[in-house]
């Protein structure tokens, strides 16, 4: 089989260690075919003088210059689909200022690039835009060769200029040098410096702008290599055999069954892990689809129906996140309390490809390519899964199907690894539809109750908060490698659930967005919530899960978005206010009120409370609704954004739909206008379809969501809203994410427009239209 | 076993396989075709689409041996990086992609469907995509390319 030229130079990598080729001294270039990338990047030489890069603190872990000028940068945030790749070429060109053709990126590769953990929770834009990291980097590097400049031409530092790839002066340009005959080649052994001043906003040229992404030409015309198109000599196929229910385990297979199978070659048994491989990609499905294999099942798995009262039942883990001791007093004392439950299911990643991985284990020595979001975590967990040392294992970000969160990517990666060991050949495996979507670590499920007392006037004075969830494993970070499918197969197990008693939490104040927006979230005499409500309590109990649970895109905060952000829309509702009106009543915290004020502005919103007069019982009947929310992520808080949407219930079928929206979004600096607006349409429209179409189901064995017709989502032909964002440019603030924020409002913004038309409140996602039908049917005549 | 010719983006391969192997195996695998790719293979998402005689079929669910001679266009065979399909284009201009995984899908669906009905309506357009899925719901840039794709045709 032919070599891609991706493949070949990561084999080499993999045999030829690049850090000790890169020991000696001296200027060496190393070539290799920039892996995630084909078409017009092409053959990419590489300046090679790095240190090693786990040294995150060294200049050199992050920077290279080769003697032609060539800027190569290190990054451990990959590009995942949401145009990071891009954006942080445009860093890089910007710190160094160097024309974009001139750089280059290489990503997640262990060995190769430093190790910035994982490339999740939209914090990458934080990581590397901020000053440290691939910013600082970069930063440093300028002053660097200004220095070196200076020494080279002798003139004072303060008098050269860095444009355009060389140092001149300002005074007269002639008298210039350019970076490849200042380091080419060369390290520049050098820490990362604190104090190096990033280039100021109002001189930037190339971040900030809207540069198209470099890889959408070869994305549309197919160029680009997934790890779905890996070849490497040698390379047969593998799949898998999942257990037929949750918690069965192998009592037996017969081999047998299936040996005579054409292009048959192994079946590969451990513990409860089942594979085989064949020569053939769709052999290998056969060989799968026919094995003969036994479980003995699993203990029988709740009634979906009654699941939320269920998790009540459940032994739980208890984190307060706020509680000022008034609040039962407070309520008790009110003119007016209200309250409500709102329930969000357990839903999927559902990525569009199923997740794929090759490995190729030779004795001890390992290489892997996955669309992984974390390649040291993965190399950790791989080395456990296959008794080598991590040093032996190296893995390659190789682009894949968008995840939006931890998808069956790592899983598949063991499944690979263990087939290729037990082969001694590479092995590529993908999953099956089904496989993906079975086992994939869910989002997790929330039964939410609130309480408000208001007082005579309709103000909120305390806000009552009481969640359950339900968690099972997770990112397998360095060593949980029991938190994802295939390494509970192989005996491994998740952290032991212990369940405790209510305590402070010992986190930065609402991880998670578990108090609303509208407390003053005061711990500990720190006062870090964004609104005015003194009191308040949050308390989130977490019990364990009958399957596995993972990060998914808003993890946590888009429920207690939903839930937070329907309730506000009801209470207001309740004192007759406007519900914009009332939010920004309720808020202090100036950024929040700014998207929440330019939101409005856009959708040219009218005061007046919901829901809307004079709207018929039947046919269709349009309403607006209203969200906001700063996305709280531990010790800062990670986007703001407020959106409103108008829409139409068909009373008659109980379909919504969305015809319009409006987003406002503040994430600091603005690296990419295009690619943030891509970022959060995608967010807002996928965040539309949890709320109106996902749910994960099962039966009393099982999961029954299993491919997009018992898992549905809109497809292209579905009405898609009119969409309007207004960004705002924070050049003076620290950069945040923007990948999630616009996913978590839009459901309680649909519930609340879907209330404005017809009066009813929907409590429970997602909103189909039998919940819908039924919930209008339910309306008092 | 037996051999079966596929004429796949102008050229001619000869490939020995099993008839009932899908398509797609042969395009992706013995081909190294990149544009058509395994999402469901259950005919559910597009993300396996090829056009063949004109009509764009999914290759997961479609056996090799019934396409046997037909005129077979991959998304990798419609332009190139450098000399790309004004669809593809259209794709470009208006930055319309996220991860690319469901491109084959959306771009020759409708390249198929236009090919056929170019006066369609945006509101046709959008019934012929019903079945394509893109999880990253770049939905809306797609839809603008492709209705940009089909004014020109339509001026054309």
């Known amino acids: ?781 | 076993m037996s051999a079966i010719t596929l004429k796949v983006n102008g050229r001619a391969h000869t490939v020995d396989v099993d008839p009932a192997t899908p398509l797609l195996f042969v395009l992706s695998d013995d081909l190294e075709q990149r544009g058509p790719k395994f999402g469901c293979g259950l005919g559910q998402c597009g993300a396996c689409t090829v056009i063949a005689n004109g009509r764009a079929i999914r290759s997961c669910t479609t056996t090799v041996q019934t396409v046997a001679g037909a005129e077979i266009t991959t998304l990798d065979g419609l332009g190139t990086p450098e000399k790309p399909h004004p669809l593809q284009q259209a794709f470009i201009d208006e930055q319309a992609a996220q991860c690319g995984f469901c491109l084959s899908g959306v771009i020759l669906t409708a390249k198929a469907f236009l090919d056929q009905n170019p006066k369609a309506t945006e509101r046709e357009i959008r019934q012929a995509l019903a079945g394509v899925l893109c999880r990253c719901f770049t939905h809306t840039r797609m839809l603008r390319a492709i209705n940009t794709y089909a004014q020109q045709g339509r001026n054309a």
């Open chain 1, 1 to 781: 089989m032919r070599m891609t030229a991706d493949a070949a130079a990561g084999l080499a990598r993999a045999g030829f260690s690049r850090r000790a080729f890169l020991r000696g001294s001296g200027a060496l270039v190393v070539g290799f075919t920039l892996g995630d990338v084909a078409g017009p990047l092409g053959s990419t030489s590489l300046a090679g003088a790095q240190t090693p890069p786990d040294r995150r603190t060294q200049l050199d872990s992050w920077i290279a210059i080769a003697a032609d000028g060539t800027v190569t940068a290190y990054t451990g945030k990959c590009e995942l689909g949401q145009g990071l790749y891009t954006a942080q070429m445009q860093l890089v060109a910007e710190e160094l200022s160097v024309p974009l053709a001139r750089v280059r990126l290489v990503q997640c590769d262990t060995g190769v690039t430093p190790d910035e953990g994982t490339t999740s929770g939209a914090q990458s834009h934080p990581a590397n835009f901020r000053n440290e990291n691939l910013a600082l980097a970069g930063a440093t590097a300028r002053e660097a060769l200004v220095r070196l400049a200076s020494a080279r031409l002798g003139v004072p530092a303060d008098q050269l200029v860095a444009s355009d790839g060389r140092v001149a002066m300002r005074t007269d340009r002639s008298r210039s040098v350019g970076y490849g005959e200042l380091v080419g080649g060369k390290r520049f052994d050098l820490p990362l410096d604190p104090e190096a001043k990033r280039k100021p906003h109002g001189e930037w040229t190339v971040l900030g702008t809207p540069v198209a992404r470099v890889d959408i030409p070869s994305l549309v015309t197919a160029r680009v290599q997934y790890v779905h198109n890996m070849r490497v000599p040698g390379m047969v196929h593998g799949a898998v055999v999942r257990p037929p229910t949750i918690g069965a385990a192998l009592a037996g297979v017969d081999e047998s069954s299936v040996s005579g199978m054409p292009g048959f070659i192994k079946v590969v048994t451990r513990k409860n892990f089942v594979g085989v491989v064949a020569q053939k990609p769709w052999q290998a499905l056969q060989i799968a689809a026919k094995l003969k294999t036994t479980w003995t099942p699993g203990p029988a798995l709740p009634d979906q129906r009654r699941y939320y009262d269920y998790l009540r039942t459940r032994p739980t883990q208890d984190t307060i996140w706020v509680d000022s001791g008034d609040v039962d007093a407070k309520l008790a004392g009110a003119a007016t309390v209200l309250k409500s439950t709102y329930y969000h299911p357990y839903q999927m990643h559902a990525s569009l490809g199923s997740s794929c991985a090759v490995a190729d284990v030779q004795g001890r020595t390992t290489t892997v390519w996955a669309a992984t979001q974390n390649v040291y975590g993965l190399r950790g967990n791989l080395a456990r899964v296959l008794d080598v040392t991590p040093g032996d294992v190296h893995v390659v970000f190789t682009r894949g199907s968008g995840c939006y969160g931890i998808n069956g990517v790592d899983a598949v990666s063991f499944d690979a690894a263990l087939l290729s060991q037990a082969v001694g050949k590479p092995v590529r495996v993908q999953l099956t539809r089904r496989d993906e979507m079975a086992w994939e670590n869910y989002g997790v499920p929330f039964v939410i109750d609130q309480r408000v007392g208001l007082d005579a006037q309709g103000t909120i004075i305390a806000w009552d908060y009481e969640s359950w969830t339900a968690t099972r494993g997770g990112r397998i970070g360095n060593a949980n490698t029991g938190n994802i499918v295939t390494g509970v197969l192989l005996g491994y197990q998740p952290p032991a659930f212990a369940p405790s008693a209510a305590k402070p939490t010992d986190q930065p104040f609402n991880d998670s967005n578990h108090a609303p927006a509208y407390v003053t979230g005061c711990v500990g005499g720190m006062c870090d919530g964004k609104g005015t409500i003194a009191g308040e309590r949050a308390i989130a109990r977490r019990t364990e899960s009958e399957f596995f649970t993972g990060p998914l895109r808003a993890p946590n905060q888009l429920q207690n978005t939903f839930a937070h952000e329907s309730f506000m829309d009801e209470i207001a509702a309740h004192a007759k206010a406007d519900p914009v009106a009332y939010r920004l009543r309720h808020l202090r915290e100036q950024r929040l009120i700014d998207v929440v004020a330019a939101a409005a502005k856009a959708a040219r919103w009218e005061p007046r409370p919901a829901p809307r007069a004079g709207n018929r019982r039947t046919g269709i009947a349009s309403g607006r609704g209203f969200a906001s929310v700063a996305m709280e992520a531990g010790i800062y808080t990670n986007g703001w954004i407020a959106m409103a949407v108008d829409v139409e219930v068909n009373q008659d079928t109980g379909v919504v739909i969305v015809k319009r929206l409006f987003m406002a979004h503040d994430s600091g600096p603005i690296s990419n206008p295009n690619g943030l607006r891509n970022q959060l349409e995608g967010a807002a429209l996928q965040g539309m379809s949890r709320a109106l179409s996902e749910e994960v189901t099962w039966d009393a064995q099982k999961i029954t969501s299993v491919d997009w017709r018992s898992y549905p989502i809109p497809s292209l032909g579905t009405e898609m809203p009119v969409i309007e964002t207004v960004l705002i440019d924070r050049p003076g603030e620290n950069a945040t994410g923007a990948g999630e924020t616009a996913s978590a409002p839009i459901g309680a913004a649909i519930g609340n427009a879907i209330f404005d038309a017809t009066g009813v409140r929907l409590r429970q996602i997602p909103f189909t239209p039998a919940r819908v039908k039924e919930a209008l049917a339910a309306r008092r005549t």
